[in-house]
């Protein structure tokens, strides 16, 4: 019996652990589809793909503005993105959670999704929180942002997971317009094969007009290049002249010693070869 109820209370744990997980899920997108208000900063969040990164979260909080006010935007995608992902702040904040961490903390600072892009400079991927007289107002922590965007009202939550809240406007990043620009790093890497086929190139054409001035220039003018030393001096003859030289001053003598006495000896056997057939032909 005991080893049964072990069974079920485990059994009800895990099938407990499996509903948490499972209401632990959300969609940015679906959840922002029933506030008619905020349809363009949902629309936002689908084109640059910020919407993907919120729903792999397990908790966020989204400072999301409506649609009066979200025309700071510009025409930018790559600058959108970056200031979409300043408005999502990696951690769950309610409104009573955000105000007493405001009050507690008169510097706190928050951490958003732009800070992970690996583009933020300066502490432009963290914003500053503070609470003052019953109002809560957000800006960047950069050099030279201004506390210019309030919190107007909590639009959705699911708790302890994402919590969706009203700014009044879009939150300004100092700088952030250039941050974008190492992404077009590519362009110098397509033009670095032209150069190296012109430097390929460059080379050739060189190679071959130098080779034609100088061949111009040195048989003709120019009397010590190497090219004329060998037709004024004679270098072919001289080896000509060394080669017959050679063999009267070299010591040859001695081979041709050793050659008479080859021929010395094939002498003496021919006479007495000559002698055998005399005698033979006499005694015959």
Same mark, same amino acid.
């Given at each position: 019996m005991k080893t049964n109820k072990a069974k079920?209370?485990? %059994? !009800? !744990?895990l099938l407990m652990m499996l509903l948490i997980s499972?209401?632990?899920? !959300?969609?940015?997108?679906?959840?922002?589809?029933?506030?008619?208000?905020? %349809?363009? !900063?949902?629309?936002?969040?689908?084109?640059?793909?910020?919407?993907?990164?919120?729903?792999?979260?397990?908790?966020?909080?989204?400072?999301?503005?409506?649609?009066?006010?979200?025309?700071?935007?510009?025409?930018? %995608? %790559?600058?959108?993105?970056?200031?979409?992902?300043?408005? #999502?702040?990696?951690?769950?904040?309610?409104?009573?959670?955000?105000?007493?961490?405001a009050k507690t903390n008169k510097s706190a600072m928050l951490t958003t999704l732009y800070q992970t892009s690996g583009l933020a400079k300066n502490q432009q991927g963290f914003l500053r929180v503070a609470a003052d007289d019953g109002e809560i107002t957000f800006g960047s922590a950069s050099k030279g942002g201004q506390m210019n965007s309030k919190l107007v009202k909590s639009v959705t939550a699911q708790p302890f997971?994402?919590? #969706?809240?009203?700014?009044?406007?879009?939150?300004? #990043?100092?700088?952030?317009?250039?941050?974008?620009?190492?992404?077009?790093?590519?362009?110098p890497k397509r033009g670095k094969p032209p150069s190296s086929s012109d430097d390929a190139d460059s080379p050739s054409d060189d190679d071959s007009d130098s080779p034609s001035d100088d061949t111009a220039d040195s048989p003709g003018d120019d009397s010590d290049s190497e090219a004329p030393s060998p037709s004024k001096h004679h270098t072919p003859?001289?080896?000509?002249?060394?080669?017959?030289?050679?063999?009267?001053s070299s010591p040859a003598p001695a081979p041709?010693?050793?050659?008479?006495?080859?021929?010395?000896?094939?002498?003496? #056997?021919?006479?007495v070869a000559m002698g055998l057939v005399s005698v033979l032909v006499a005694f015959f």
């Amino acid at each position: 019996m005991k080893t049964n109820k072990a069974k079920a209370s485990v %059994s !009800f !744990f895990l099938l407990m652990m499996l509903l948490i997980s499972s209401c632990s899920a !959300f969609n940015i997108t679906k959840l922002l589809e029933k506030e008619d208000d905020f %349809s363009n !900063f949902n629309q936002q969040l689908s084109q640059t793909k910020i919407a993907d990164q919120i729903n792999k979260r397990s908790t966020i909080t989204v400072l999301a503005v409506d649609n009066s006010a979200i025309g700071g935007l510009g025409d930018d %995608s %790559s600058v959108t993105k970056a200031i979409m992902s300043v408005h #999502v702040i990696l951690d769950y904040y309610d409104k009573e959670k955000l105000t007493k961490h405001a009050k507690t903390n008169k510097s706190a600072m928050l951490t958003t999704l732009y800070q992970t892009s690996g583009l933020a400079k300066n502490q432009q991927g963290f914003l500053r929180v503070a609470a003052d007289d019953g109002e809560i107002t957000f800006g960047s922590a950069s050099k030279g942002g201004q506390m210019n965007s309030k919190l107007v009202k909590s639009v959705t939550a699911q708790p302890f997971n994402i919590s #969706v809240l009203q700014v009044s406007s879009i939150i300004e #990043v100092p700088d952030i317009n250039a941050n974008p620009s190492p992404e077009k790093a590519p362009a110098p890497k397509r033009g670095k094969p032209p150069s190296s086929s012109d430097d390929a190139d460059s080379p050739s054409d060189d190679d071959s007009d130098s080779p034609s001035d100088d061949t111009a220039d040195s048989p003709g003018d120019d009397s010590d290049s190497e090219a004329p030393s060998p037709s004024k001096h004679h270098t072919p003859p001289k080896p000509k002249d060394d080669t017959s030289d050679s063999p009267s001053s070299s010591p040859a003598p001695a081979p041709g010693k050793s050659d008479a006495r080859a021929t010395a000896a094939e002498m003496g #056997v021919g006479v007495v070869a000559m002698g055998l057939v005399s005698v033979l032909v006499a005694f015959f």
